[in-house]
T-cell receptor, first 114, second 111 residues
Framework: EPEVTQTPSHQVTQMGQEVILRCVPI?????FYWYRQILGQKVEFLVS????????KSEIFDDQFSVERPDGSNFTLKIRSTKLEDSAMYFC????????????FGSGTRLTVV | GQQLNQSPQSMFIQEGEDVSMNCTSS?????WLWYKQDPGEGPVLLIA???AGELTSNGRLTAQFGITRKDSFLNISASIPSDVGIYFC???????????WGLGTSLAVNP
């Protein structure tokens, strides 16, 4: 069964450093997303990406965040200068382009900012 | 903003019992999705609902899209130990593709 792959599974970084989280969405999907989940809290939407541009972003997705689809397979989330409160699980997801909106999520990257 | 109220927050049941959890919203949703999340893993889609009144089953799981489009429930029949995890409802409104999430229901099953 096709799956969304995320790397790394766990990243520890120092406050102020830049991190790049990587995702390989399902190959024939057209919509790509990043969500995050702070420990013990609900999943929160960050950004959606379609046709090589951001289609929607949340208040959380400020200037410190950026996304890119550098080639035909990868979808990355960059945090420019990490803060302690960026520590969370970051989930990538993709969905097909039809009316059905069901997503497939990756296993997540646990980001720990120290 | 749009919010989903999911209940109960947690459940502790005996193996073999049936389980029911639900989500409500103050606004209309066009899609309801139910996910299960195991520790350290990403959410896994259990059931997707696209029409008001729709009742869909996936094995021992049954979910319904409320006719008011403001609620959904998930039932698990004859629970087993591997049902343990956190169950999330999520919904989509309008033409938005982003998911609005409930806070989750943590399920523990006593063998």
């Amino acid at each position: 069964e096709p799956e969304v792959t995320q790397t790394p599974s766990h990243q520890v970084t120092q406050m102020g450093q830049e991190v790049i989280l990587r995702c390989v969405p399902i190959s024939n999907h057209l919509y790509f997303y990043w969500y995050r989940q702070i420990l013990g809290q609900k999943v929160e939407f960050l950004v959606s990406f379609y046709n090589n541009e951001i289609s929607e972003k949340s208040e959380i997705f400020d200037d410190q965040f950026s996304v890119e689809r550098p080639d035909g397979s990868n979808f990355t989330l960059k945090i420019r200068s990490t803060k302690l409160e960026d520590s969370a699980m970051y989930f990538c997801a993709s969905s097909p382009g039809q009316n059905k909106h069901g997503y497939t999520f990756g296993s997540g990257t646990r980001l720990t900012v120290v | 903003g749009q919010q989903l109220n999911q209940s109960p927050q947690s459940m502790f049941i005996q193996e073999g019992e049936d389980v029911s959890m639900n989500c409500t919203s103050s606004s209309i949703f066009n899609t309801w999705l139910w996910y299960k999340q195991d520790p350290g893993e990403g959410p896994v889609l259990l059931i997707a609902l696209y029409k008001a009144g729709e009742l869909t089953s996936n094995g021992r799981l049954t979910a319904q899209f409320g006719i008011t489009r403001k609620d959904s429930f998930l039932n698990i029949s004859a629970s087993i130990p591997s049902d343990v995890g956190i169950y999330f409802c999520a919904g989509q409104a309008g033409n938005n593709r982003k998911l609005i999430w409930g806070l989750g229901t943590s399920l523990a099953v006593n063998p």
